[in-house]
């Protein structure tokens, strides 16, 4: 069964507005990913947390780690119609050997 | 080069077919992997090779048989496959075949089983 929850499922939002997407988990992990993939495509890594990690920062994105409440969150800031595209997370567990995705928010962003 | 080609882009099979997809990548990487994703589903793990060696196959249907020729190329030959086997095959690679860490993928081949 897959190891991350996203929420939303899916998210339309205006050009220029911040979008915030959330990724909860089941066990104790090893690092947390997001990958973005545009309609149809491979993904592309985006931004890696590790457990000990709280926070990082990447151009626009943001991204949290609550390891207490096993749970993740991206934020994409002043956001543009070229980030529309599916968000996954995906965990590597704590003793595991392989990227397990969650089922991804769809974010739309109108221009 | 942070690129990872596969080819064909778009495959179509009838049942009865034999055809093979390939992954390359020249980034020194000695993890590759094949994942299927079915329409609005996030990736799903079908085979891991590290350093060359099959070391992660998850439960796949014996009509997709992987291959790891050399640390640069990855095969996945496939025959007798069904219609529910339609889906984009993503190709990816790993610095380090023992640790997980960021996976570069290819742009996919769509496969479509008549």
């Known amino acids: 069964s897959q190891q991350g929850e996203e929420d939303p499922q899916a998210l339309s939002i205006q050009e220029g507005e911040n979008a915030t997407m959330n990724c909860s988990y089941k066990?104790?992990?090893?690092?947390l990913q997001w990958y973005r993939q545009n309609s149809g495509r491979g993904l592309v890594h985006l931004i890696l947390?590790?457990?000990?990690?709280r926070e990082k920062h990447s151009g626009r994105l943001r991204v949290t780690l609550d390891t207490s409440k096993k749970s993740s969150s991206l934020l994409i800031t002043a956001s543009r119609a070229a980030d529309t595209a599916s968000y996954f997370c995906?965990?590597?567990?704590?003793?595991?050997?392989?990227?397990?995705f969650g089922a991804g928010t769809i974010l739309r962003v109108k221009s | 080069d942070t690129e990872v080609t596969q080819t064909p882009k778009h495959l179509v099979m009838g049942m009865t077919n034999k055809k093979s997809l390939k992954c390359e990548q020249h980034?020194?990487?000695?993890?590759m992997y094949w994942y299927k994703q079915k329409a609005k589903k996030p990736p799903e793990l079908m085979f891991v090779?590290?350093?060359?060696?099959?070391?992660i196959n998850e439960s796949v249907p014996s009509r997709f048989s992987p291959e790891c020729p050399n640390s640069s190329l990855l095969n996945l030959h496939l025959h007798a496959l069904q219609p529910e086997d339609s889906a984009l095959y993503l190709c990816?690679?790993?610095?380090?075949?023992?640790?997980?860490?960021?996976?570069?993928f290819g742009a996919g081949t769509r496969l479509s089983v008549l």
């Open positions: 980034m020194g990487h000695r993890a």
């Open positions: 066990t104790s992990i090893n690092n």
């Open positions: 090779y590290s350093y060359e060696k099959l070391s």
């Open positions: 947390i590790r457990s000990n990690e």
């Open positions: 990816a690679s790993s610095q380090d075949g023992r640790y997980v860490d960021i996976q570069y």
């Open positions: 995906a965990t590597l567990m704590e003793y595991g050997n392989k990227l397990v």
